[in-house]
């Protein structure tokens, strides 16, 4: 037992026997705490555990904790490389006991653990306690039988461990290893102790207190026992060498960078082989965990570590990006332990490629630079902050990247002189703004963002995390505080609240603190990176200074999530369909529905909307991962991702990938692949279906697509199998026989229709006297028969004015029809006989002022015309009547 892996198993593994839950490792970027930059020690996942906030369904509990130390208030970068036991990445084994077990039984595990699991000579332990802690030094005397001169007293804060200047906290007691007098250094609290004969292996912290405030402190519900092992170190103790570089997992890496480079690892070229060995696994953890190199924040740390490496590999003549081509040997060795490497591989191969052909387009100039700079000082001196500045600027060289460069030659650089120069740049960029038209209004968030610098944004990664509120806005000004009743404007140092973007609306949600509740109704984004969340104070006040707990409204948020995806794959669908002309002409992606715009000529028939939504569905049934990547604008653009014209992209995008296509030359290939920002569903089945509710023209050429996802398509597709139900029932029929009953129905009532209209035409013109004819009067010598029809259709008015004339034989007819809204259509006839004395047009004009109308035309015999109030009828026949006298 002494490889890395079974080291860690072991530990594991012992507390697992001794009834503790064996926890995974929380992710590097710590979502329970406010200001922490990356989680730094195994304690970190469980604060709040510890001081009663949370409860956990266990009371004793072992991790092997991700940790990194690189920026923020722990900072190992600077001598990494240089010395034998610092990392920017290392795991921290431990145990914890949350108000289970005390003082007693943690010592008692851990001699247990080191001295028989590990077997480690105990003539080379030594421990170190509080001085004020007797019931430590007790113990350690009772279960290890250490002799007094090996149980130290030590009255500094090494021995009062605190998380931070608040939180849980309390006396600890540390154990050393010896590792041998051919070593330099002395004993804890000796003069020597910070030689590397003697070292710390292991941290016990009896947890008693918690820090309130600076001043107050107070005990902690129940004390409580968290611990922490350096798994690097006690690895170089079980595999007997005394540098952790010296260990399998770094053998290994070192091993694959020499032959990689074909350069060994030795003289000169040792401490590179190291730093990219050590850089490689924190960068590739931190992929893994959701940070992609910026230029802010744990993004730019991330950038740091990542180009402080590649200047070692370019220092070890490397041509070519070299780190990615380490990976597979990292996920060898620790691939096991922690899947989260496996799964993110891609992303972390093609983030640390990218990262490396960037910045090489520009290290070599820079290095030029500094070399020309540089070339007449000497040790001791100091390079000008000016240049520095530049190399940051225009080469983009971290400062600890060109300090690191000096290093060897003990040359150091100006740091204030760099942060005067930096100041004053962003003093131009101000100046240069406030000039600018849309200034006035963003002048408030300008001066945020001047002052407590950008949000940075966790929501990628999760839905809840802390943050410290750095600003409060009301009515375009800075305020210091707000209470119940109150909206405001809020920003957080880092939030999970998605700001509006992209056409996908902004988060909602609520922030919680000490004694307030606040609900954000949106979040926007301002002056290009202050994510300000819209809120009203529910409850208590909040300040600025505060620390808060956000938590994203999952429902709404996890709707949106698949109405982007979706967004996504119709559009894709749409080119595929329709062609490559379809390009985005806008989107909305709200909790509710997807509204997408795109450019096409003309509407799409039924059978390409269906073809559209069943591609659509077809690969969110792949359930395919949704992968995200960070790639070159160009290179994104070149492998086919779809961008938005006129879009302005920053050098790095985000580009998202979902499915895989089946047909045409794309078969096999990424089906979806696009530049994106907003937040996507994990796998495309977690879309569950898209069903495309309507389509039309919104302007000129330009068309607009709604959609529903999940269970909102679902409800529809209910609603509409409930409508079908119901016709179904009201014809009483079944719904597959529904169609088929409506036609025969239809038919029916055209067949009855028409019976109606015959039967009415008939009984129009008979039945009224002895021998069935059609009753008519004889007006100044001539035939009239003047009636009123209802239920005839206009068009068959003039059949019956036929059969009126031949009844009569000679005379004049006139019938007028009334529909059901009341309007009125008049037809007049005159037999030949008659025509020379009476027009049927003339004739139809007087009834048709009657009925309110004017106007009519026909021929002599046959004239029609129409009147807009029936109820004049009989005074129509009437009017007509008197013309004919
Ligand atoms: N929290 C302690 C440390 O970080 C022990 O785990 O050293």
């Keep these: 037992m002494s490889g890395v892996n079974e080291i860690r198993s072991t530990f594991l593994d012992y507390f697992r026997k001794n009834g503790h839950e064996v926890v995974p490792s929380s992710p ?53 490389g240089y010395t034998a036991r610092h990392h920017t990445f290392f795991e921290m084994l431990g145990n914890f006991s949350f108000g289970d077990y005390f003082k007693e039984e943690a010592i008692s595990h851990a001699w247990n653990l080191i001295t028989k699991e590990f077997g480690l000579n105990k003539d080379k332990l030594l421990v170190t306690v509080y001085h004020t802690d007797d019931d430590a030094a007790n113990f350690w005397k009772k279960i290890a039988g250490l002799s007094d001169d090996r149980i130290i007293r030590i009255a500094t804060n090494d021995n009062f461990w605190a998380m931070g200047d608040t939180g849980p906290c309390g006396p600890c007691s540390e154990i050393f290893y010896d590792h041998g007098d051919h070593i330099w250094g002395g004993p804890p609290g000796s003069a020597d102790e910070d030689g590397d004969r003697f070292i710390e292996i292991w941290n016990l912290v009896f947890m008693q207190f918690e820090q309130v405030t600076k001043e107050e402190r ?17 690895a170089a103790i079980l595999q007997g060498v005394h540098d952790n570089y010296d260990i399998d997992i770094f053998k290994a890496l070192i091993r694959a960078s020499e032959e990689a480079t074909g350069v060994k690892a030795e003289g000169g070229q040792r401490a ?18 959701g940070v992609l190199p910026s230029n802010e924040g744990r993004g730019y740390v991330l950038r740091r570590i990542m180009r402080r490496a590649m200047r070692h590999a370019q220092l070890l003549g490397a041509r070519d990006p070299l780190m990615y081509r380490l990976l597979p040997t990292l996920i060898r060795k620790m691939g096991q332990a922690y899947p989260e490497l496996v799964r993110a591989e891609a992303l972390i191969s093609e983030t640390l490629k990218l990262e490396e052909t960037r910045f090489r387009k520009t290290l070599e100039r820079g290095l030029g630079l500094l070399s020309d700079a540089t ?20 080469y983009g060289f971290p400062l600890d990247l060109t300090q690191d460069a000096l290093r060897q030659r003990g040359i150091n650089v100006d740091t204030d ?25 963003e002048k408030v968030w300008f001066q945020v963002r001047d002052k407590v610098g950008t949000t940075e944004f966790l929501g990628y990664d999760t839905e809840k995390a802390e943050g410290v509120v750095t600003a409060l806005v009301r009515d375009g000004s800075v305020i210091e505080a707000a209470t119940a009743g109150e909206s405001v404007s809020i920003i957080v140092n880092q939030t999970p609240f998605y700001a509006e973007s992209g056409g996908q609306q902004g988060d909602a949600g609520f922030i919680y603190g000490d004694g307030f509740v606040i609900e954000v109704t949106d979040t926007v984004k301002r002056a290009d990176g202050v994510f300000v969340h819209q809120a009203a104070i529910r409850e208590g006040k909040i300040q600025t200074g505060d620390a808060v ?100 992209y920053g050098d790095e995008v985000r580009v998202v990938s979902m499915g895989t296509a089946t047909k045409g030359d ?124 209802s239920g005839v259709a206009p068009r068959d008015l003039k059949p019956l004015a036929d059969d009126g004339k031949k009844q009569l034989g000679s005379g004049v007819v006139l019938f007028i029809g009334i529909d059901e809204s009341n309007k009125a259509s008049a ?16 004739l139809v004009r007087v009834a048709s002022a009657a009925l309110g109308g004017a106007g009519g035309g026909g021929r002599p015999d046959m004239a029609q015309a129409g009147g807009p109030d029936g109820s004049q009828a009989a005074n129509a026949i009437a009017a007509v009547k008197g013309a004919l006298a």
């Design 28 to 80: 590097l970027v710590p979502r329970n705490d406010p200001t922490l930059m990356f989680t730094n020690a195994g304690m970190v996942q469980f604060k709040n555990v510890f001081t009663g906030l949370e409860a956990r369904p266990y009371s004793r509990a072992t991790t092997s904790q991700k940790c990194v130390r690189a920026g923020g208030k722990h900072n190992d970068l600077d001598n990494v």
């Design 272 to 289: 590179s082989h190291r730093v990219i060995a050590d850089h490689l696994r924190s960068a590739s953890f931190l992929i893994a965990d």
């Design 218 to 234: 107070i005990d902690l519900p129940r004390p409580s026992i968290d611990t922490g092992m350096g798994l690097e170190r006690i």
């Design 549 to 648: 707990e956000l938590v994203v409204d999952h429902e709404r948020r996890s709707r949106m999530r698949s109405n982007h995806s979706a967004t996504h794959l119709l559009h894709e669908a749409l080119r595929e369909t329709l062609g490559t002309h379809v390009a985005q002409k806008g989107s909305l992606v709200a909790p509710e529905r997807l509204r997408f715009d795109f450019s096409h000529p003309k509407p799409i028939s039924e059978d390409e909307l269906r073809k559209i939504e069943n591609i659509a569905n077809e690969i969110i049934l792949q359930n395919a991962p949704v992968n995200t990547r960070l790639m070159a604008v160009d290179d994104a653009i070149e492998a086919g991702a779809m961008a938005l014209f006129g879009e302005k």
């Design 827 to 842: 037809v007049v006839g005159v037999t030949e006989d008659l025509v020379s004395r009476f027009s049927a047009v003339d």
């Design 417 to 441: 002189g760099f942060s005067a120069a930096m100041e004053r740049q962003k003093a131009e960029a101000r100046a240069n703004w406030s000039g600018s038209g849309d200034a006035a209004t």
């Design 375 to 394: 070339e007449n000082m000497s040790e001791g001196q100091s390079l000008d902050g000016e240049t520095a500045f530049k190399l940051y600027d225009t």
């Design 666 to 789: 794309k078969a096999g290939k990424t089906y979806s692949l696009e530049l994106c920002g907003g937040t996507h569903v994990r796998q495309t089945g977690d879309i569950g279906l898209v069903r495309v509710v309507s389509e039309g023209a919104v302007a000129a050429g330009v068309r607009r697509m709604e959609a529903l996802t999940g269970e909102a398509a679902r409800l529809y597709l209910e609603e509409q199998d409930d409508r079908v139900k119901a016709i179904a029932s009201a014809l009483k029929t079944t719904p597959s026989e529904a169609l088929e009953r409506v036609n025969s129905l239809m038919d029916e009532r055209r067949k009855l229709e028409k019976e109606l209209s015959e039967a009415r035409k008939k009984l129009a013109l008979v039945g009224d006297s002895a021998d069935g004819a059609a009753a008519h009067e004889v007006v100044n010598g001539v035939n009239f028969m003047g009636k009123v029809v």
